[in-house]
């Protein structure tokens, strides 16, 4: 008769997937290791912001699919969205670790990071879960939070970064680059009068990163194609306020066409978007972009 594996169960919302999120995937996968178990994750899905503060909800940094590659990637081999609701809020703190193991039965632990709360009203904390797991037989990790630079990495620190235009410290905190993904879609082909095609992604993220150019990986079919990118809402050709669009002009190889899906991977801010006298100051800048962008991404001549 087979026994199933127990099961060492990272809880949170795990947005960004960064370096603190890896940290406590790292304890579980340590655990699981220990007495052959497997990795869970505990996830939520509309984030608890989006029901408990609906006015200020907090904008995503990634899609579910997005989050949960990053979190296969990081170890979990089993990843649960739980739909957060005023009645999954409403569970007390005393009562979560008994829901943990009605959910999940074979689980032995749970691994969060230091400040984690939980339960009604959020009454619960870190030292709490240790004894309310305890009266459950469960064991519990406390993770302590990873700092980068004089701060704490952050979901929130990551956002204000992509925001500003700190693609760099963005980055670093993420540990895998930044990423849109999307469709590529038709556009007006103005790229090709001056010399610079483009593909466009059809994006529409939560979180807006800053507008501007960047060099940039397109990666469709397996093949990372180095390209320079805009994101923005194309001020020169534009005659008015238009919703952003993500475009690249792919440096090396063959661009994908409309209708292939790609990853647009985000790998150096090179500049704030600008709106020029014409076409023929755009063509130049470009031409100057281009150049720093193969420069940032490796490429020789």
């Known amino acids: 008769m087979s026994v199933e594996p127990s099961i060492h169960l990272a809880i949170g919302a795990f947005d960004g997937v960064h370096l603190g999120h890896r940290a406590v995937l790292h304890s579980a996968r340590e655990a699981a290791r220990a007495d052959g178990g497997i990795v869970g994750v505990l996830t939520y899905d509309p984030h608890p912001s989006k029901v408990l503060r609906p006015e200020a909800a907090v904008p995503l940094i990634f899609t579910r699919a997005q989050k949960d590659d990053r979190l296969t990637e990081a170890g979990a081999q089993l990843i649960h969205h739980e739909k957060f609701d005023r009645a999954h809020a409403g569970i007390e703190a005393a009562d979560f670790p008994k829901w943990l193991k009605q959910t999940f039965p074979h689980l032995k632990s749970l691994h969060v990071g230091s400040n984690f709360q939980y339960g009604r009203g959020r009454a619960g904390n870190g030292e709490t879960l240790i004894a309310h797991g305890a009266a459950e ?21 990551i956002r204000q970064c992509l925001a500003s235009g700190d693609l760099d410290l963005a980055n670093a905190m993420l540990l895998r680059p930044y990423e849109a993904e999307g469709t590529i879609i038709g556009g007006r082909r103005l790229g090709r009068t001056i010399g610079f095609p483009t593909v466009n992604i059809a994006w529409e993220p939560e979180l807006k990163p800053a507008f501007g150019v960047y060099a940039v990986e397109v990666i469709f079919e397996g093949e990372a194609m180095p390209a320079v990118a805009n994101y923005g809402q194309r001020p020169t050709v534009e005659s008015g306020p238009v919703a952003p669009l993500l475009e690249a002009h792919v440096l090396r190889g063959t661009a994908p066409t409309t209708g292939d899906a790609v990853r647009i991977r985000w790998v150096r801010r090179l500049r704030s978007e600008q709106k020029f006298a014409d076409l023929a100051a755009l063509q130049a800048q470009i031409a100057k972009d281009s150049a720093q962008a193969k420069q940032a991404l490796g490429l020789l001549g």
């Open 137 to 157: 037989g469960l064991g519990v990790r406390l993770v302590s939070a990873v700092g980068l630079g004089d701060e704490t990495v952050s979901s929130s620190r």
